[in-house]
């Protein structure tokens, strides 16, 4: 039998003595303590408990960025719901998937939102809503809910969120994240980025990614620190917050927008610790155009939402540019050939992983889940890279066609389904190409039916109405042919390389 732990549990053993303390700080000027966490996070977990949610139960999220929202993730540790986080830019085909897929106890959206339109289809399902600045059926009268909640016992291997990840074959899984899981992340990230009393966390990512929420959010729970709390990014608000800050999370984005704004410089970051990339690639031109700008190296590491963080970059010690740094303790790492051999040190293959990071498996999708584990228990993160003789890995590709564009994760199959849907098209191929702003952008290949044709403007405005924003198109290409190979697979490595310069030059 595992020993009890609850997410939830471990944060206020860490932040019971520092209760009067600030947890959130908004730009508007308001505070919420650590205090109000265990107060709200009590109270909305009893209003959800009144309203019939069980442990076990999955309370499906799609709202904008608050302190509420973080309150909800934590009532939801606590009272052993399981959370599930839904990027705010899905639209209406993708959420009616995931309520038929995860079919929630508890939904709660924004007002008005197209997932909150949907209280009619499921009637089971209790339907709240909440905005940006706390108010909606899930907090109204919130304040007369008792306060006092009794801790659900759960134990490490018990479901505690489920992230959905885009697939190859066009359908989201849903990656079923433990207590444990969590846990021993959070841990692990809190000490190997040696975590201070006077630590202050300059927060300007999404909530529903493992970044923002499991990263961010965790370690600063077991820090018991506070942290401001952006709403979105914006280089000038980020840059006007900075004083009051010590540590600082972002996608390489953050970083190449805070460097082409004139205000950022040395004597602003004289009082940050540490600045932290992940959730995308971050090049060897950025991170040496930082460390010459503000004097500092950017720590990258390495994950997915599979895995929570796999590898770091050391706080103390040579952060190498390109590379994602060595594993975190506990966790195994292995680079294997495609017949699941170990190749030789410094050889390129596959990225298997192991360690208590790792998640429970795909939800309700038991096949998949065998075809993503080997038989040993390592998982198959899909990407490749190589570990080099001082025992950093650099990941050099991904072998599933995985796109990142601003941070966030792109399948080519999911686009290419719904752009051929499209009247006028007779097949499309995405991929991925450099852009300077998003790390890559977004390209759809396309060729037209016959006696059709199709524009741009058109495809991009399809694609759009069917997936969230980050996953359309930002250039549309039309071709009479598609390169294949003898088996008629479509060749996008010579896409890629065709169109590479798409986003940073002319298109000759």
């Known amino acids: 039998m595992m020993s009890p732990l609850n997410l939830y549990e471990l944060f206020e053993s860490r932040f019971s003595q520092s209760l009067d303390q600030p947890f959130i700080k908004t730009v508007s000027g308001t505070s919420h303590s650590y205090r109000a966490l265990a107060d709200a996070s009590a109270r909305l977990a009893n209003r959800l408990t009144d309203l019939g949610a069980s442990p076990g139960d999955r309370v499906m999220v799609q709202v904008e960025k608050s302190p ?58 209790a339907m709240l809503t909440l905005d940006a600045d706390g108010a909606g059926t899930l907090t109204d009268g919130i304040s007369a809910v008792e306060t006092n909640h009794t801790i659900v016992a759960t134990h490490a291997d018990d479901l505690a969120a489920i992230l959905y990840t885009s697939g190859t074959t066009g359908r989201p899984k849903g990656a079923m994240l433990t207590h444990g899981n969590l846990a021993s992340n959070a841990i692990a990230l809190h000490q190997l980025w040696g975590f201070r009393p006077d630590d202050v966390l300059l927060h300007a990512l999404p909530i529903f990614h493992t970044h923002g929420l499991f990263v961010a959010i965790n370690c600063t729970l077991l820090n018991a620190s506070p942290m401001i709390f952006l709403p ?22 953050f970083y190449t927008r805070l460097l082409a704004h004139d205000g950022f410089t040395e004597a602003l970051c004289r009082d940050m610790r ?8 971050l090049t060897a031109e950025v991170h040496d155009a930082f460390r010459q700008r503000t004097g500092h190296a950017i720590l990258e590491r390495y994950g997915m939402t599979e895995t929570n963080m796999i590898t770091s970059n050391p706080l103390s010690g040579e952060r190498l540019a390109g590379t994602v740094g060595m594993p975190l303790p506990d966790v195994d790492i292995r680079i294997c050939d ?62 599933k066609d995985l796109i990142i564009s601003g941070g966030f994760n792109v399948y080519p199959k999911e686009v290419e389904v719904v752009i051929d849907e499209l009247d006028g098209v007779s ?42 924003s980050y996953k359309a198109p930002k250039g549309v290409i039309v071709l009479d042919e598609i390169p294949r190979n ?19 030059e002319a298109v000759q």
């Open 338 to 399: 495609d017949q699941g051999d170990a190749v030789e040190v410094g050889d390129i293959g596959n990225i298997e992983v192991m360690g208590p990071n790792v998640f429970k498996g795909y939800w309700r999708n038991p096949e998949k889940t065998a075809e993503e584990f080997c038989d040993d228990g390592f998982f198959k993160t899909g990407d490749k890279g190589r570990i080099e003789e001082h025992g950093y890995l650099q990941i050099v590709g991904r072998s």
């Open 427 to 468: 097949e499309s191929a995405v991929i991925g190409a450099p852009h300077p702003d998003y790390g890559e952008g977004v390209i759809a290949v396309v060729i037209c039916a016959p006696g059709q044709t199709v524009d741009e403007n058109s495809v991009i405005a399809h694609a759009k109405s069917h997936l969230a």
């Open 232 to 253: 979105t990014f914006d280089a000038g608000e980020v840059i006007g917050q900075m004083p009051d800050a010590t540590v600082m999370m972002g996608v390489p984005t």
């Open 68 to 125: 509420w929202a973080v309150f909800l993730y934590l009532a939801c540790m606590r009272a052993g719901f399981v959370f599930l986080p839904l990027n705010t830019g899905y639209r209406a085909d993708e959420l009616s998937y995931f309520m038929q897929d995860a079919e929630p106890g508890v939904v709660v959206a924004s007002p008005g939102s197209s997932l909150a339109d949907m209280a009619g289809t499921a009637p089971h399902c």
């Open 274 to 281: 540490l600045f932290i990339s992940g959730s995308a690639p």
């Open 486 to 504: 003898a088996m008629g697979k479509v060749e996008k490595n010579k896409l890629r390389q065709r169109f590479e310069g798409y986003f940073t």
